[in-house]
Every structure is written in structure tokens, then in C-alpha cells.
């Protein structure tokens, strides 16, 4: 593909009709209750109650990779499988996948019509009546399996509409967001316990003792059968494979598909909910899905683009991730460690991140590596400036430097002297979405 001749195109506005009047008529201002999206639920005559079954996850860190890995299961079993993520990265329809493919903008616009109609100008948050367009649209169109993934908390976002799901899952809890869920790590973890519901399983990722303690506590008085990754089941990496160690039985498989150590916990999980869906999965289908999951932004390497033509033309390598958090920090400090030893080769961090995440706490364990860092900021009210980076990375005891833009950052990099750097591209989803928007060949498909 080449990039739109005219030049006064903006990528990331593809689908954006939809998207301009969504956000003009309903305020991204969230509302922490499920009221709202029930009342419009309800107008539409429960669409959440004719969907095929519902793998809900929850968590702060993961639930992303671990959905994508249980679509590429479900597909690899022949199933047709409905996804909702979120947020998009260059284009609202990748928050709404039907039966394998994305929503189609006229699709979308139709459904909106409806949608609002529907609502008759009541109070409605821009995420709830996606939410919303989502459920609809799944009601709607044929499929066997519906893997949906929480917004924000879980007790009280907006898809947590279903009283009976498939499977629960719950990916590890971090601290995020404490501006909402807060203010500690046991109020976080009795948000995403929310999804937990009376007598359905749950599947746990390894959790820090405060956020298990929680969990568990919310399984019981709902009597959720809870299958918890190193107590009843287990998944590392062997050899370069995952091994699953389920309570009856232990599969080899081939490695997942998204790169990093913390992949194969992932993938774990998701094969865990998936065989407690579908206890009759064989091993080639498990295998064959966790191997071809995509999830971009999550330790992708670029190469397409003009950031990946610049680092082509220099020898160097260019990878992007949108992890924001400090234990999102921790997991891609382990996957950078793994490719400088594969390949030693400086390490140069291009970040920008929206300014309430803790950039401190993303950027310590960084600090033993010594990579080269270059702060930049991206478009959005709420980004924080270079300076601010610049502080927090101090902090962290690094020694970083500043650029105008990712552009610009990326041009940096690459003018280290001696061997081509490894560039890493992080700091937030949005803003791995604008490097993503610069070309049609990088936007998600």
C-alpha cells in the first residue's frame, strides 16, 4: 500500500464520522456504574442476552494479549468468534470484531442511528454506547463464542452486563488508574473481581498477594469455581515452547505468537479459559492459536511505515508497545533484555505517555539496563510534556534527552554512533496508535 495522495488525509480519522459524532454527542466523561447501558440494553430488547457465549476478561495488564489469544483459538477450532476491545489505535472499528472480521464503517453508522434512536437523547458516555453498538451488532450477526474485554475496572464498566458467562478471567492486577479504582491495590482487585460471577468458573493469572486475597475472597461469596495459574494450573517457557500444566494434563506447545517472557503467562491463561470453554480442545488446535494471535502495539516490530523505513536504512530494529504502567514497565524491560542478549546492540527508548501514569514507576526497571532514553509528547490534551518525562526518568536514575515528536525521536536514535540501536517505541496506546495512523500499511486490519 502507499500512503493517500491527498495530503490533507488524517489516518487516524478513517472511520470518523462514526467517531466525531459518538464523541460530540456523548462526552468520554466515564460513569462507573452499569444503570445507564442497562436502561439502553433494555431499549433494544437485551441484545446482551442473544449472544453466543461470553469469555469476559478483566485485569490491568495482559487482558488485551490474552483476548487476542482466545479469538485465535476459537478460529483455529473452526469457531466464528465475536471480539470487543478497547481502545482502538488508529480506527474505532478495531474495538468491534464480528465472526472474524472488523465492523465495517457503514455497519457502524447504521448501528449508531439505531443505537441513539434508541436512547432518545439520554445521559450516555461515549464508552457505554459503544458498548452498546458492540452487543447489537454481536446479537445480530452468527457466531459461537463472544470474547469481550473490560474498558476499565469491572465491577461497574460498562460490559458487565452478563450474569451467566462462558468463563471469567482475570489477568494480573497492577496499580492503573487509581484515579478511579483506587486508591489501593485490594480496592483495584475488588473492581476487577466484579466480573466474577455466582457459580460460573473464573481463570486467575498469578497475582501480587493484596489483589489474590481479594479475588478469592469475591469467588467465594459468589461460589465461583476459581482455577488459579501456579496453585491448580501453571504455564512457562521450556526449550523456546510453552508448557501448560492443566490438573489433568500438561500440553507442549509451540511459543506464542507476541514477543516477550511475559507472552507465555499470558498465553498460558488463555489456554487455561480456553479448555475450561471447551475441555475437548486438542493440543494442535491450543497450539495453532497461540501461535498465530496478533495483538498490535504489544512488542510489535515495525516494518512498514516511514519510523521503519528511516530504521531499515540505518540497520536497526524498531519495535513499539503501548504498555503504560509500572508493571507493564517491568514486563517490557524483560522483553528488551531479551533481545539485546540475543542481539547486543544499544537499547534507545522513545516514549511519550499520557501525564496522570506513573512515568517513574514505568521507567525504573529500565534504570539497570542504562538504555539511551528520548523523551518526546504526542496530540492530546491530557499527554505529558518532554519536561515531565524528563523529570520522571531522572528519577528513575536514567539520563534522558528530548525530542519535538516520535518522529523526531526516532531520527535520534538512529544517530547514535557505532552498531544500529534497537529502538523501542512505548509509553501508551494512544500513542503507539499515532505511529501506527502515519501509514495504511501499519493500521491494525
Same mark, same amino acid.
Given at each position: 500500500?502507499? #500512503? ?33 447501558? %442497562? ?11 442473544? $449472544? ?69 437523547? %439520554? =445521559? ?37 452486563? +452478563? ?12 496499580? @492503573? ?45 459468589? !461460589?465461583?469455581?476459581?482455577? *488459579?495459574?501456579?496453585?491448580? +494450573? ?7 515452547? &510453552? ?7 500438561? #500440553? ?5 505468537? &507476541?514477543?516477550?517472557?511475559?507472552? +507465555? ?9 480456553? *479448555? ?25 516490530? *515495525?516494518?512498514?511505515?516511514? $519510523? ?38 544499544? $537499547?534507545? $527508548?522513545?516514549?511519550? !505517555? +499520557? ?13 539497570? !539496563? ?17 519536561? %515531565? ?18 518522529? @523526531?525521536?526516532?531520527?535520534?536514535? &538512529? ?24 501509514? =495504511? %500499511?501499519?493500521?491494525?486490519?
Amino acid at each position: 500500500m502507499t #500512503l493517500p495522495s491527498d495530503p490533507g488525509h488524517d489516518p487516524i480519522r478513517a472511520s470518523d464520522a462514526v467517531i466525531q459524532r459518538l464523541r460530540a454527542n456523548h462526552p468520554t466523561l466515564i460513569d462507573l456504574s452499569t444503570g445507564r447501558v %442497562e436502561r439502553l440494553l433494555a431499549a433494544l430488547d437485551h441484545p446482551e442476552r442473544r $449472544l453466543p457465549p461470553v469469555i469476559h476478561v478483566a485485569g490491568t495488564n495482559g487482558k488485551g494479549s490474552t483476548v487476542a489469544y482466545l479469538r485465535a483459538i476459537g478460529e483455529a477450532a473452526g469457531l466464528r468468534v465475536h471480539a470487543l476491545t478497547s481502545p482502538h489505535l488508529v480506527r474505532f472499528a478495531e474495538r468491534i470484531r464480528l465472526a472474524g472480521n472488523l465492523i465495517t464503517d457503514e455497519h457502524l453508522l447504521a448501528l449508531t442511528e439505531r443505537v441513539e434512536a434508541a436512547n432518545g437523547g %439520554e =445521559p450516555i458516555s461515549f464508552f457505554e454506547i459503544t458498548t452498546v453498538l458492540a452487543f447489537l451488532a454481536f446479537a445480530e450477526t452468527p457466531a459461537d463464542l463472544c470474547v469481550v474485554e473490560v474498558g476499565l475496572g469491572g465491577r461497574f464498566d460498562a460490559t458487565n452486563v +452478563f450474569d451467566a458467562p462462558a468463563v471469567s478471567v482475570i489477568t494480573p492486577v497492577d496499580y @492503573d488508574h487509581l484515579e478511579m479504582l483506587g486508591p489501593g491495590l485490594p480496592k483495584i482487585a475488588w473492581e476487577k473481581a466484579g466480573i466474577v460471577k455466582h457459580g460460573r468458573p473464573v481463570v486467575v493469572a498469578r497475582q501480587m498477594d493484596e489483589a489474590l486475597e481479594m479475588i478469592e475472597r469475591e469467588a467465594d461469596d459468589r !461460589m465461583a469455581p476459581m482455577l *488459579l495459574m501456579g496453585r491448580d +494450573f501453571d504455564a512457562w517457557e521450556e526449550r523456546g515452547r &510453552l508448557l501448560v500444566q492443566m490438573p489433568e494434563r500438561l #500440553l507442549d506447545l509451540p511459543a506464542p505468537s &507476541l514477543f516477550g517472557g511475559y507472552q +507465555f503467562g499470558n498465553a498460558g491463561v488463555a489456554v487455561a479459559a480456553a *479448555l475450561t470453554f471447551d475441555p475437548s480442545l486438542s493440543d494442535e488446535v491450543l497450539g495453532r492459536g497461540v501461535a498465530s494471535a496478533v495483538w498490535p502495539a504489544r512488542m510489535q516490530r *515495525l516494518t512498514a511505515g516511514p $519510523l521503519a523505513e528511516l530504521a531499515k536504512a540505518r540497520g536497526a530494529d524498531l519495535w513499539l508497545d503501548g504498555g503504560h504502567n509500572p508493571h507493564a514497565g517491568r514486563a517490557l524491560a524483560e522483553a528488551a533484555s531479551r533481545i539485546v542478549d540475543r542481539d547486543p546492540r544499544p $537499547l534507545v $527508548l522513545v516514549t511519550g !505517555m +499520557f501525564a496522570r501514569k506513573d512515568a517513574e514507576g514505568f521507567f525504573r526497571p529500565f534504570a539497570e !539496563m542504562r538504555p539511551r532514553v528520548i523523551c518526546t509528547t504526542f496530540d492530546s490534551a491530557i499527554a505529558a510534556s518532554a519536561d %515531565e518525562l524528563v523529570t520522571a526518568a531522572v528519577r528513575a536514575g536514567l539520563s534522558p534527552e528530548t525530542a519535538a515528536n516520535v518522529s @523526531d525521536g526516532v531520527a535520534r536514535a &538512529l544517530e547514535i554512533e557505532g552498531p544500529a540501536p534497537h529502538v523501542l517505541i512505548c509509553g501508551g496506546l494512544h500513542f503507539a496508535g499515532e505511529v501506527l495512523a502515519m501509514s =495504511p %500499511e501499519t493500521w491494525p486490519s
